[in-house]
């Protein structure tokens, strides 16, 4: 459903976007195509090499580019982030929360620290990011935050249960905040991307599926920007025509049927994984 306000256009040229997470993914194709529209950018994320070779890359007459190095999964980090991202007294009025993580492996198999560090970067940094630019955006009259979410939203996630609980919280979360903000003038939007071709699953393993099962990271963020670029702000974007067709049958899903099919192909991808593994050469 749509927001009732109208809003500008994403990334236009009189305006800064924060992207975090922004050093490889989602995140740098972020960057690119505002980059593109002439839209000043903050880059956000813990791997510094990577960001200051993406700001060069983009930086021109048109596009300011800062660079701020932090790791979003320390406690704290959030409230450090806003913080420095204000004293550099930029116009900030997209916010990208686009950092996250996942780990393939059941529950007890993951290291406490391995799942506290989960939902502090996905969870809880995007809650407390989301909190203060969006009071920013209210005092200004204008604003987005795109939080950036899954499909695997829809239905619980056996054997990544952290990672797809804590994008179910940003999905329901985004979508509240959506609505709190209704009138002001500032917006949520949530997106819930499917299967796309980025260093997730690199970190994860258990990549199912061939090529042309996933989405590039152009595609998903053309489809975002085109989303808030429309005059009226939808609350959930799902990019990709397949997406959007399954997204309300998977949510809609008796929940014996949708656990048992999450967990079968969460599974495969588990066995995947070893096998991937076991194929990598021994460097000991």
């Known amino acids: ?29 972020f960057a690119r195509q505002l980059s593109a529209r002439g839209t000043d950018l903050i880059l956000v994320a813990r791997r510094e090499d ?12 048109r596009c300011r580019v800062d660079v701020i190095v932090q790791d979003l999964s320390a406690s704290g980090a959030g409230e450090t982030l806003h913080h420095e991202i ?15 993580s996942g780990t393939l492996g059941d529950v007890v198999d993951t290291s406490v620290a391995d799942l506290d560090a989960q939902i502090q970067l996905n969870a809880t940094s995007v809650t407390t990011l989301s909190r203060l630019f969006s ?16 499909l695997a939203a829809l239905l619980p996630a056996p054997h990544m249960a952290v990672y797809g609980a804590t994008k179910a919280y940003v999905h329901s979360f985004t979508e509240a905040l959506s609505v709190e903000l209704s009138g002001t003038g500032a917006h949520a939007v949530v997106v819930d991307p499917g299967p796309t071709r980025t260093e997730f699953f690199d970190a994860s393993g258990g990549r199912i599926g061939p090529d042309s099962a996933f989405a590039t990271v152009e595609q998903v963020v053309a489809a975002t920007l085109r989303a ?5 702000v939808p609350r959930v974007v799902v990019p990709g025509r397949g997406n959007a067709f399954s997204a309300p049958i998977l949510s809609r899903l008796p929940r ?3 656990l048992t099919l999450s967990e079968r192909l969460n599974r495969l991808g588990l066995e995947i994984a ?10 000991d």
Request: aromatic share 2%; glycine share 12%.
């Open 1 to 29: 459903m749509p927001s009732t306000t109208p809003h500008r256009p994403a990334g236009d040229a009189s305006t800064t976007a924060v992207v975090t997470g922004a050093s490889s993914g989602l995140g740098a194709e």
């Open 50 to 61: 990577r960001l200051v070779s993406l700001a060069n890359e983009l930086r021109s007459p």
């Open 86 to 100: 204000r004293s550099l007294g930029r116009p900030v009025r997209l916010l990208i929360n686009n950092a996250g």
């Open 135 to 150: 009071s920013d955006f209210v005092s200004a009259g204008a604003g987005t935050v795109v939080n950036i979410a899954s």
């Open 228 to 232: 808030l670029d429309r005059r009226r």
């Open 256 to 258: 014996g049927l949708g």
């Open 274 to 283: 070893a096998r991937e593994r076991d194929a990598r050469p021994r460097t």
